[in-house]
Every structure is written in C-alpha cells, then in structure tokens.
C-alpha cells in the first residue's frame, strides 16, 4: 500500500435525501461517517476528509486513520461543483500519492471490497503507475470507489478538462486509462434517497 492515501468525500448537500447523510445513525454504531472511517482506518494508511461542513470535520478530528495518526481535515472550497473538482483538490493537495477516493454514502461497503480494490491497484503499480482502478458492481461502474495516481500527467489532463468547464467525473474518465475492478455489488450501493437506506434507519 506504498504511497497509497484515503481520500474520503463527504462534502453532498443530501438533497435528495432530505438530511445529511454523513450523519445519520448507522446500524453498527455511530454514524454514517464514522463507518466510513472506521472502513478506511481498517488499512494502513493515512486518511483524508474533504468536506466543507463543519460538523464533519468535527465528528472526524475525534478519530485515527489506519496509522494511527489524527485524520487530516480539508475543507472544500467554494465552488463546489461535484465530486471531479473535489478530486483536482485532493490530487493537487497530494501530489504523486495514490488516492483511495469513497463516498461517504455507501454504508454497505466492506473492509474486504477495499482490500481487493487497493490489491489490483497494486499489482499494477509498477508497470502501469497511471492507470486508474475504479470499483465496478457487475452492472455499472462506481466510480467514486476508485484508486487515482495523482501523477504530475493526470493532474495536467485534469486541470485541462476542468479549465474548460467540465464538471462530470465520467466524462474525464472517457479521456484516461481506467481499469474496473469486479467487486461484490450488495456493498457498493449507494445511499441517495430514504427508500435507498432501507434497513439503516434508527
């Protein structure tokens, strides 16, 4: 996990949910955020949080990353504009360092997904540095569960695309070299909506 760094995006207005979801109470204790740390810090790296609220960056300064060292808290800038402008943030901010970038809204995920993710990664770090590895569930891609080399040649292409007005994770994607990787689908689901989080409700 050589130069690899979590990279946590918790930063959504939960429109469609109707609350913050990175605060809702979730099944195995604490909230929706904290289960996402707790996720991360199972892996020895250190973590980042980007978020522009307040609360939680708070509810993050009470916990360790898998170093056991304080999580580094980001705020997000405005114009925040979707996750790609998020990941010029944390690329730019962590220059050539591997970013293990996860929602906050999949409350599902396991340990073992994110084992398996960052072991694919690895296995082609030394002959293909650049290639981005991105989580995909049998049906669709997820690619806000994904590993970005933040290598001087896709902070540019990244730079360039967002220069130019794009703002959609996809379609920059259509401009690089991206690898998916097969993972168990009933972890990788995304929470947007009430009837999505079925079962996490207190």
């Given at each position: 996990m050589n130069g690899l760094r979590a990279c946590l995006l918790s930063g959504?207005?939960?429109?469609?949910?109707?609350?913050?979801?990175?605060?809702?109470?979730?099944?195995?204790?604490?909230?929706?955020?904290?289960?996402?740390?707790?996720?991360?810090?199972?892996l020895p790296v250190p973590i980042t949080l980007l978020s522009h609220h307040r609360a939680h960056r708070d509810l993050a300064a009470r916990h360790r990353d898998g170093?056991?060292?304080?999580?580094?808290?980001?705020?997000?800038?405005?114009?925040?504009?979707?996750p790609l402008l998020a990941l010029q943030r944390l690329m730019d901010h962590h220059p050539d360092q591997?970013?293990?970038?996860?929602?906050?809204?999949m409350p599902w995920l396991e340990t073992a997904a994110l084992e398996a993710?960052?072991?694919?990664?690895?296995?082609?770090?030394?002959?293909?540095?650049?290639?981005?590895?991105?989580?995909?569930d049998g049906q669709r891609l997820q690619p806000l569960l994904g590993i970005y080399p933040a290598r001087a040649g896709l902070r540019r292409g990244l730079a360039a695309f967002t220069a130019a007005g794009g703002r959609r994770l996809q379609d920059w994607l259509q401009e690089v070299e991206a690898v998916d990787v097969l993972l168990p689908a009933g972890g990788l689901r995304n929470a947007n909506r009430p009837d999505d989080a079925t079962g996490l409700w207190p």
């Open positions: 959504g207005a939960s429109r469609r949910m109707g609350r913050d979801k990175a605060l809702l109470p979730h099944p195995a204790g604490g909230t929706w955020l904290e289960f996402s740390l707790g996720r991360l810090a199972a170093l056991g060292d304080p999580i580094e808290l980001l705020e997000e800038p405005a114009p925040r504009q979707g591997r970013l293990l970038l996860c929602p906050v809204d993710l960052v072991a694919a990664a690895d296995r082609a770090a030394a002959t293909a540095p650049d290639i981005i590895h991105l989580a995909h």
